[in-house]
């Protein structure tokens, strides 16, 4: 395997493990998806400002790498340490899950109002600066110059293929997600992740 086919591969699962926790932004997401209102819009804002924040990551730490190695050493360490921290907040969700309540009913939304709805969930996050822009631009960069690129790419591939498979499959899920167990499943597959990650960066040469 490619060292480029790595990173990206390393980019698509860390990206999906961060998008796929129970949020407002996915919760939102499968409630149009279930009640079929705006899903193209939505997904598209979803996708596209999770693209922007993974490039401008790896963009700004790389810039910042460049000119202080010493950054690298420090990021990795930061970074494992999250990883380890986010993979140990999954496993404990996974010990007591909730069910998502995603569709309440009542009346739909304009399609201005679905669009400013998901847009002030993704931005107005402070987890996702934290998650697309730091994290995941951290990290990206321990894998060199090209390969970084390779990992941005594959972490925007994980969003898309993420928002678009819960935004149309939604009417498919909406009582698997509405139980317990389907989140205590999703959230151990995360925790395993994570924490094989976090042991990763550790022991990266």
């Not at 167990?181 to 550790?202: E, G, K, Q, S």
């Amino acid at each position: 395997m490619t060292s480029a086919l790595q990173a990206a591969i390393a980019g698509l699962g860390l990206g999906l493990s961060l998008i796929v926790a129970i949020g407002a932004q996915n919760a939102f997401v499968l409630r149009q998806g279930i009640r079929r209102e705006h899903v193209l819009p939505v997904v598209l804002v979803c996708a596209l400002s999770d693209a922007v924040l993974i490039i401008a990551g790896v963009s700004g730490i790389g810039f910042v790498v460049e000119r202080f190695p010493v950054v690298l050493v420090v990021l990795r360490w930061a970074g494992a340490a999250f990883l380890l921290g986010y993979g140990l907040l999954a496993a404990r969700r996974a010990l007591a899950p909730s069910g998502l309540a995603a569709d309440r009913g009542g009346n739909g939304l304009s399609l201005k109002a679905a669009v400013l709805t998901v847009v002030g969930l993704t931005w107005l996050n402070p987890h996702v600066y934290l998650d697309t822009v730091l994290l995941l631009g951290s990290i990206a960069n321990t894998h060199g110059e090209v390969g970084r690129w390779w990992f941005a790419a594959g972490a925007v591939l994980g969003s898309i293929l993420w928002f678009t498979a819960l935004g149309y499959g939604a009417r498919l899920l909406r009582g698997v997600f509405a139980k317990p167990v389907a989140w205590r499943i999703l959230d151990v597959a995360i925790a395993v992740v994570m924490i094989a990650l976090a042991i990763m960066l550790v022991l990266r040469p």
